[in-house]
């Protein structure tokens, strides 16, 4: 029984990769089970007309329009045709851009963020916490939010595996899973470790801990990755009666890691820690996607972009523990000029109603162009959960995850009209009540 | 147990070392005429003035006007054309001087934990003229600022009125005890597990005790009171028996001032029924009131509003209750200026407090006209503090506290560009600029 469905995986897997290496290379990892019906809705043909876009990856088109079917993007621009019976949004006004993606956030969870108990719980699948029901997906959709990545808190050095979610809010738990979305998973480093197993008088305790818990569980992963690899080359070899190793969930997340299967998200302050972290990652033949906070990223920003690593941090936190001391706003823009991919991320309830303004932030503090700013709330983000290819900006073929705005999107006083996800619009400033188009009857 | 103590120490230390690097504020006493020239003025007070003259002298503003105001020989002409000319910025609520490292207890004085009854805290002596979180907080055009102890006590202590510059911890206290937190908002607590519950446990234990607290004030001003007649009265018949006054308690002395409405008790609540109880504390005692956060009393605007209490209003970003539009605390502003409260705005903060502005900014999204969110974050202020004689508005004979940007003060995408504290130009640098200035080559 063991041997087939690990058979079945891994003959699913390859299959997986077949394909996903065909459409995009970073779906090597695991992805999110897509669900049988998708679009939760029938989609009709939809044309948004006469605002100013912001397309993100192509600058501002003013008086576009753009044309929508089945849920994707078909055309951007000046003179886009559409079939006369589709429906039609009048963004005359208005400004456009795609929806914003929010890589660090912990709403919809609960009080189930943490797993406290041990430093590496790797097993622990956010899917099985998910709140679809969390009021903060309709108030960060609000905020024009349509894709979240929902991880664990940072308790653990290795907390575990996060959800990606379109803010479809009031439809069923499944309909909000991003299709298709790689699975990432959520490292730890630094003073939260610490303090957790610390102040119980448990390892970890120091930094020297946090990284020989992390060191220790890899080198248990390799060992049991080698007792895997030599079951399944005994029964390669046609070998009569094997005995298959027994299967451990813990060890099976590790291994995964060590596969490049999950996008690894790590929690980290200091600039040392990175480059600790980089090294590790370099041992034992993992790839990083991002450093999350990252407040000391601009001091080792051409090493963090050497990597390939990209950074999720915030505009301008600073001061709240001793590791975010050297935060500073000029973080993001020093880091983008020594080549790394910034992303501006929540991780709070309140911020993710409005990175909008945290963008807006960073042409304050950086003297940064419109475009790249955008970026840092749209397609940085989108690449950092390894979705960049299906949302993110305003391009034919990309899902119409789109947001319409009442004044320029970059400001203190900006707010959002109307939120369309896959070409549906879900939320509609113009409603009474709390301006939802899409309720949970008959759920 | 001393291996931890003397990490916090080395902690400590570092950070001292740190902050000490920075000096506080520095405004030169020279006697430098100012002007500014070419920018958009929002005096705030007699509106806008395109293509305006400000003159600063000896601390002051001298002169506010249009192109061709009289500008004095040998002053110090600034050419701000295309910027906006507006008054420093008021903080209504901060802690800043009592907080470095947030997580680092050693580092922070923002609440003495034992009691719920602690009026006898004043902020002045712990404040931190050296921290680095004000020059921080400074450069994006933070002037003055209320510096209030933390709100885990029903009364906390007497918050301070700070100038964000100033050669030393003197300097920058510029109100001492200027008001009083009382706060409502059953978060005052000192225990809430039932299984060792101490008395205050419940909103009721909350008020009674309150109650007791400016009971117990009203009989010491009595007794005192009394000792005064007594030792002025002269009688015959008490001459050989000296009047003796009662024990001096500083915990009720610090409630008299409030009791005989000297100064304003800043009276925080959110819900509807703790403001109900709050105000009738407030009433009961007839205290001059400044109400405080009121995040989900929207029910209650028509009676704020008859009670003529100013408000400072936020932090916005609460989340509204379950049932509630998302909107629900945003648009508190614009509702309360509508009804005709006078608001104003705070960070709640100390790291954070450089975004007092934004906040004012998103309320314009939804609904406070633009003119009234400076207000709440000038003029406003200046007068709920006592203040507005020297501050709030660009007005001949205020104090010096002026703000350049290249934009609307209020957007997140505004730079400032210069900052006066008393006339005098207050460096754009700080802990943050300097590491910026380290690593970005």
């Given at each position: 029984?063991?041997?087939?469905?690990?058979?079945?995986?891994?003959?699913?897997?390859?299959?997986?990769?077949?394909?996903?290496?065909?459409?995009?290379?970073?779906?090597?990892?695991?992805?999110?089970?897509?669900?049988?019906?998708?679009?939760?809705t029938a989609?009709?043909?939809?044309?948004?007309?006469?605002?100013?876009?912001?397309?993100?990856t192509?600058?501002?088109?003013?008086?576009?329009?753009?044309?929508?079917?089945?849920?994707?993007?078909?055309?951007?621009?000046?003179?886009?045709?559409?079939?006369?019976?589709a429906?039609?949004?009048?963004?005359?006004?208005?400004?456009?851009?795609?929806?914003?993606?929010?890589?660090?956030?912990?709403?919809?969870?609960?009080?189930?963020?943490?797993?406290?108990?041990?430093?590496?719980?790797?097993?622990?699948?956010?899917?099985?916490?998910?709140?679809?029901?969390?009021?903060?997906?309709?108030?960060?959709?609000?905020?024009?939010?349509?894709?979240?990545?929902?991880?664990?808190?940072?308790?653990?050095?290795?907390?575990?595996?996060?959800?990606?979610?379109?803010?479809?809010?009031?439809?069923?738990?499944?309909?909000?899973?991003?299709?298709?979305?790689?699975?990432?998973?959520?490292?730890?480093?630094?003073?939260n470790?610490?303090?957790?197993?610390?102040?119980?008088?448990?390892?970890?305790?120091?930094?020297?801990?946090?990284?020989?818990?992390?060191?220790?569980?890899?080198?248990?992963?390799?060992?049991?990755?080698?007792?895997?690899?030599?079951?399944?080359?005994?029964?390669?070899k046609?070998?009569?009666?094997?005995t298959?190793?027994?299967?451990?969930?813990?060890?099976?997340?590790?291994?995964?890691?060590?596969?490049g299967?999950?996008?690894?998200?790590?929690?980290?302050?200091?600039?040392?820690?990175?480059?600790?972290?980089?090294?590790?990652?370099?041992?034992?033949?993992?790839?990083?996607?991002?450093?999350?906070?990252?407040?000391?990223?601009?001091?080792?920003?051409?090493?963090?972009?050497?990597?390939?690593?990209?950074?999720?941090?915030?505009?301008?936190?600073?001061?709240?523990?001793?590791?975010?001391?050297?935060?500073?706003?000029?973080?993001?823009?020093?880091?983008?000029?020594?080549?790394?991919?910034?992303?501006?991320?929540?991780?709070?309830?309140?911020?993710?109603?409005?990175?909008?303004?945290?963008?807006?932030?960073?042409i304050?503090?950086?003297?940064?162009?419109?475009?790249?700013?955008?970026?840092?709330?749209?397609?940085?983000?989108?690449?950092?959960?390894?979705?960049?290819?299906?949302?993110?900006?305003?391009?034919?073929?990309?899902?119409?995850?789109?947001?319409?705005w009442?004044?320029?999107?970059?400001?203190?006083?900006?707010?959002?009209?109307?939120?369309?996800?896959?070409?549906?619009?879900?939320?509609?400033?113009?409603?009474?009540g709390?301006?939802?188009?899409?309720?949970?009857?008959?759920? | 147990?001393?291996?931890?103590?003397?990490?916090l120490?080395?902690l400590?230390a570092?950070?001292?070392?740190?902050?000490?690097?920075?000096?506080?504020?520095?405004?030169?006493?020279?006697?430098?005429?100012?002007?500014?020239?070419?920018?958009?003025?929002?005096?705030?007070?007699?509106?806008?003035?395109?293509?305006?003259?400000?003159?600063?002298?000896?601390?002051?503003?001298?002169?506010?006007?249009?192109?061709?105001?009289?500008?004095?020989?040998?002053?110090?002409?600034i050419?701000?054309?295309?910027?906006?000319?507006?008054?420093?910025?008021?903080?209504?609520?901060?802690?800043?001087?009592?907080?470095?490292?947030?997580?680092?207890?050693?580092?922070?004085?923002?609440?003495?934990?034992?009691?719920?009854?602690?009026?006898?805290?004043?902020?002045?002596?712990?404040?931190?003229?050296?921290?680095?979180l004000?020059?921080?907080?400074?450069?994006?055009?933070?002037?003055?600022?209320?510096?209030?102890?933390?709100?885990?006590?029903?009364?906390?202590?007497?918050?301070?009125?700070?100038?964000?510059?100033?050669?030393?911890?003197?300097?920058?206290?510029?109100?001492?005890?200027?008001?009083?937190?009382?706060?409502?908002t059953?978060?005052?607590?000192?225990?809430q597990?039932?299984?060792?519950?101490?008395?205050?446990?419940?909103?009721?234990?909350?008020?009674?005790?309150?109650?007791?607290?400016?009971?117990?004030?009203?009989?010491?001003?009595?007794?005192?009171?009394a000792?005064e007649?007594?030792?002025?009265?002269?009688?015959?018949?008490?001459?050989?028996?000296?009047?003796?006054?009662?024990?001096?308690?500083?915990?009720?002395?610090?409630?008299?001032?409030?009791l005989?409405?000297?100064?304003?008790?800043?009276?925080?609540?959110?819900?509807?029924?703790?403001?109900?109880?709050?105000?009738?504390?407030?009433?009961?005692f007839?205290?001059?009131?400044?109400?405080?956060?009121?995040?989900?009393?929207?029910?209650?605007?028509?009676?704020?509003?008859?009670?003529?209490?100013?408000?400072?209003v936020?932090?916005?970003?609460?989340?509204?209750?379950?049932?509630?539009?998302?909107?629900?605390v945003?648009?508190?502003?614009?509702?309360?200026?509508?009804?005709?409260?006078?608001?104003?705005?705070?960070?709640?903060?100390?790291?954070?407090?450089?975004?007092?502005?934004?906040?004012?900014?998103?309320?314009?999204?939804?609904?406070?006209?633009?003119?009234?969110?400076?207000?709440?974050?000038?003029?406003?202020?200046?007068?709920?503090?006592?203040?507005d004689?020297?501050?709030?508005s660009?007005?001949?004979?205020?104090?010096?506290?002026?703000?350049?940007?290249?934009?609307d003060?209020?957007?997140v995408?505004?730079?400032?560009?210069?900052?006066?504290?008393?006339g005098?130009?207050?460096?754009?640098?700080?802990?943050?600029?300097?590491?910026?200035?380290?690593?970005?080559?």
């Amino acid at each position: 029984m063991a041997r087939r469905s690990c058979f079945y995986r891994v003959i699913l897997l390859s299959l997986f990769c077949l394909l996903s290496s065909f459409v995009m290379t970073q779906q090597q990892a695991n992805a999110q089970q897509p669900t049988s019906n998708s679009a939760g809705t029938a989609h009709n043909d939809v044309v948004i007309r006469g605002g100013t876009i912001l397309t993100v990856t192509h600058g501002r088109i003013e008086n576009g329009s753009i044309y929508i079917h089945n849920g994707k993007i078909v055309a951007v621009g000046q003179n886009v045709q559409a079939p006369a019976g589709a429906t039609v949004i009048d963004a005359a006004g208005k400004w456009v851009m795609p929806g914003i993606i929010d890589s660090h956030s912990h709403i919809a969870l609960d009080d189930d963020v943490n797993e406290p108990t041990n430093p590496i719980t790797p097993h622990m699948m956010m899917k099985d916490a998910f709140d679809y029901d969390d009021k903060m997906i309709y108030r960060a959709l609000a905020g024009g939010v349509t894709t979240s990545l929902l991880l664990h808190g940072s308790a653990n050095m290795i907390g575990g595996q996060a959800v990606v979610i379109k803010h479809k809010y009031g439809l069923g738990r499944d309909e909000l899973l991003f299709p298709g979305a790689p699975q990432s998973i959520k490292f730890a480093s630094g003073e939260n470790p610490k303090r957790v197993y610390g102040t119980r008088n448990q390892l970890p305790a120091t930094r020297m801990g946090n990284f020989e818990v992390m060191r220790a569980s890899f080198i248990e992963a390799r060992e049991y990755m080698r007792q895997w690899d030599e079951y399944d080359a005994k029964v390669k070899k046609g070998d009569k009666d094997p005995t298959p190793p027994k299967k451990d969930l813990k060890l099976e997340a590790l291994a995964d890691i060590l596969r490049g299967k999950l996008l690894v998200q790590i929690h980290c302050y200091r600039a040392d820690e990175f480059l600790t972290e980089m090294a590790m990652a370099k041992e034992f033949g993992y790839k990083i996607r991002a450093f999350h906070h990252a407040l000391e990223a601009y001091k080792v920003a051409d090493k963090i972009a050497a990597n390939g690593v990209a950074i999720a941090t915030w505009p301008d936190w600073w001061g709240f523990k001793y590791e975010a001391w050297d935060g500073i706003p000029w973080n993001a823009v020093i880091s983008l000029h020594k080549g790394a991919r910034v992303a501006l991320k929540s991780d709070s309830e309140d911020v993710t109603r409005r990175l909008n303004q945290e963008a807006g932030k960073i042409i304050h503090y950086g003297g940064i162009s419109e475009e790249d700013a955008l970026k840092m709330i749209t397609l940085n983000p989108a690449w950092i959960i390894g979705v960049d290819d299906r949302v993110g900006s305003l391009d034919a073929g990309k899902d119409a995850d789109i947001t319409i705005w009442n004044s320029y999107p970059l400001s203190s006083a900006a707010l959002v009209d109307k939120v369309l996800i896959d070409g549906d619009v879900f939320f509609d400033r113009s409603l009474a009540g709390l301006g939802l188009t899409h309720t949970k009857e008959g759920q | 147990m001393i291996k931890k103590l003397s990490v916090l120490f080395v902690l400590a230390a570092a950070v001292l070392a740190q902050a000490q690097a920075k000096k506080p504020a520095a405004t030169q006493s020279t006697n430098e005429t100012i002007v500014l020239r070419g920018g958009k003025l929002l005096t705030i007070t007699h509106g806008v003035i395109e293509n305006g003259v400000v003159v600063m002298q000896n601390g002051r503003i001298t002169a506010v006007g249009a192109a061709g105001t009289a500008i004095p020989s040998g002053a110090k002409v600034i050419d701000v054309t295309g910027m906006t000319v507006y008054p420093g910025l008021i903080d209504s609520e901060t802690h800043l001087g009592l907080t470095e490292v947030g997580a680092d207890r050693m580092t922070n004085d923002e609440l003495e934990n034992s009691d719920e009854i602690m009026p006898h805290m004043h902020v002045y002596d712990a404040f931190h003229a050296e921290t680095a979180l004000i020059p921080v907080t400074r450069i994006n055009g933070i002037t003055n600022a209320i510096v209030a102890p933390g709100n885990g006590d029903t009364l906390p202590g007497q918050d301070s009125f700070i100038q964000l510059a100033g050669h030393s911890a003197d300097e920058m206290l510029t109100v001492r005890d200027i008001a009083m937190p009382l706060n409502f908002t059953g978060r005052q607590r000192r225990n809430q597990n039932f299984d060792s519950a101490k008395f205050p446990f419940t909103r009721m234990g909350m008020a009674a005790q309150l109650r007791q607290a400016f009971l117990d004030a009203q009989d010491y001003d009595q007794k005192l009171a009394a000792y005064e007649k007594k030792k002025t009265s002269g009688d015959e018949k008490d001459k050989d028996k000296p009047a003796t006054p009662p024990k001096r308690d500083l915990k009720l002395e610090a409630l008299l001032p409030y009791l005989h409405r000297e100064k304003p008790v800043v009276l925080a609540a959110e819900e509807p029924n703790d403001l109900l109880t709050a105000l009738g504390l407030a009433n009961e005692f007839h205290l001059k009131v400044i109400l405080n956060h009121l995040a989900h009393s929207s029910s209650l605007l028509e009676k704020v509003a008859a009670t003529g209490f100013p408000v400072i209003v936020g932090p916005i970003y609460e989340q509204p209750k379950e049932s509630e539009r998302y909107d629900a605390v945003f648009t508190l502003p614009a509702k309360m200026a509508k009804l005709g409260i006078k608001i104003a705005f705070a960070s709640y903060d100390a790291h954070q407090a450089r975004n007092l502005p934004y906040a004012a900014g998103y309320a314009v999204g939804f609904g406070l006209p633009p003119e009234e969110a400076m207000k709440a974050l000038t003029i406003n202020p200046a007068q709920m503090w006592g203040v507005d004689k020297d501050l709030g508005s660009l007005d001949v004979g205020k104090m010096g506290n002026v703000v350049v940007a290249n934009g609307d003060p209020l957007d997140v995408k505004t730079d400032v560009k210069h900052v006066f504290i008393q006339g005098q130009e207050i460096p754009l640098v700080n802990k943050q600029t300097e590491l910026r200035d380290q690593y970005w080559k």
